[in-house]
């Protein structure tokens, strides 16, 4: 038994790290024979592995048709990105209060690395730079349970959204953001947090419903003239 819940954590963590590094993209249809091809194991580890990722919103199974890696609609992120807003703010009022010199440290290295990763479109790899950057200020805050939510809501987002469709301007403008926060982060001002982390994740919701807009606008135009 213990074997075999091994085999499925595997899967899981493989089949999310496929997600992670494009190999699987949204939209994409999946075959848990194919995956379970790649990955050198079974097909029952991977079927319960994928039963799990559906539990948790990142794939979809809809009958006679099987699993796929479903789209982020307009709706889902502009409620996920509202849920963001209320616990990052509330994480990072708890982080300016706790916030250690080594912590400082820890995001300035953060900070650099997110500023490295250049590129002519917005790359995943960007995007999870960022992502350990909230979650470095978010285990920052002490706050265990918060952490493990927003973890949970960086992989409804992120797993299931094409990067490629974020506007190249946000690479500047998510720098300055990031930095505004280091000094208030610095400076213990709670306040001064809150509203950076508020209007830097309002700006992020912003250029990315803007993304999956344009997205629907092309798809119908194709739709319209096929």
Same mark, same amino acid.
């Given at each position: ?6 085999? *499925? ?15 699987? =993209? ?5 075959? +848990? ?33 099987? +699993?796929? *890696? ?14 963001? *807003? ?5 994480? =990072? #009022? ?22 490295? =990763?250049? /590129?002519?479109? +917005? ?14 200020? #978010? ?64 700006? /992020? ?5 803007? /993304?999956?807009?344009?997205? =629907?606008?092309?798809?119908?135009? *194709?739709?319209?003239?096929?």
């Amino acid at each position: 038994m213990k074997n075999s819940q091994t085999l *499925v954590e595997k899967a899981y963590q493989q089949i999310k790290l496929m997600l992670l590094n494009d190999e699987l =993209v949204a939209g994409q249809k999946l075959r +848990y024979q194919d995956i379970a091809k790649r990955l050198d194991m079974s097909q029952t580890p991977v079927n319960l592995a994928l039963v799990r990722l559906e539990n948790e919103e990142l794939v979809h199974w809809e009958a006679n048709k099987g +699993y796929s *890696v479903p789209e982020l609609d307009l709706e889902e992120a502009r409620e996920l990105y509202e849920l963001r *807003v209320l616990l990052e703010g509330f994480l =990072v #009022a708890q982080a300016a209060l706790r916030v250690t010199d080594d912590n400082l440290a820890e995001l300035r290295l953060l900070l650099d690395g997110h500023r490295s =990763v250049r /590129g002519e479109v +917005y790359c995943r790899e960007r995007l999870w730079c960022d992502a350990r950057i909230h979650m470095a200020i #978010a285990r920052f805050s002490g706050h265990k349970n918060g952490v493990s939510y927003l973890h949970q809501l960086f992989d409804r987002i992120y797993l299931r959204y094409r990067p490629e469709r974020l506007s190249i301007e946000r690479l500047t403008e998510a720098e300055q953001q990031h930095e505004d926060l280091f000094k208030a982060l610095t400076a213990h001002d709670v306040e001064q947090a809150k509203e950076v982390m508020t209007h830097h994740i309002s700006m /992020g919701q912003q250029r990315m419903l803007r /993304g999956i807009r344009t997205q =629907v606008e092309e798809r119908s135009r *194709v739709q319209l003239w096929g």
